[in-house]
């Protein structure tokens, strides 16, 4: 195990994946066989965490989606613009290697896409996760996300917060 800080950045297929090992056989899987075909296609986009040079401790995709305005909570909702859907970004996996968990790199890696995601040129309302089970639905309500009412296990956090904090600590810097 490595006390070496980790280096978030996109992911490159010189990275050692071989080595990875999360809780997930399908995000193992998915990190080993399927990411540089949805990279090259541009079905994803995927960022990592690098420790001891090119060893990967932890990985999340990000993509455009969208949000049906009629599922989102109505107190969200009707602040919006009367548009069918709002645009958003989709985090569709985030996995960390068995070897480096507790050592908060989950959390590093979910506000490096909530960074990403709020300061992209491209519009987004939201970020929104599919947790895969009631403890990845817990991890993302802890960093104040929140479920859809029709979709318990579909979570999203508003952008505009994420925006705001940074704009925030950029003043008090």
Do not use: W
Request: net charge positive; charged share 20%.
């Amino acid at each position: 195990m490595s006390t070496a800080p980790f280096r978030l950045v996109p992911f490159d297929r010189a990275y050692d994946r071989s080595a990875f090992r999360s809780d997930s056989v399908q995000l193992n899987c998915y990190l080993k066989q399927q990411v540089t075909q949805d990279i090259r296609r541009r079905m994803a986009a995927c960022f990592v965490a690098l420790a001891e040079g090119q060893r990967i401790a932890g990985y999340y995709t990000l993509a455009s989606a969208s949000i049906p305005l009629t599922e989102l909570p109505a107190s969200t909702g009707r602040k919006l613009s009367r548009y069918p859907a709002v645009p958003a970004i989709r985090m569709g996996r985030l996995a960390v290697d068995r070897a480096f968990k507790g050592k908060g790199l989950g959390g590093a890696l979910l506000a490096d896409a909530l960074e990403r995601a709020a300061s992209s040129e491209i519009a987004a309302f939201a970020l929104m996760v599919d947790a895969k089970d009631k403890s990845a639905m817990a991890f993302y309500q802890h960093h104040g996300f929140i479920s859809l009412p029709e979709m318990a296990y579909t979570l999203f956090l508003p952008l505009a917060g994420v925006r705001a904090r940074k704009t925030s600590e950029s003043r008090s810097s």
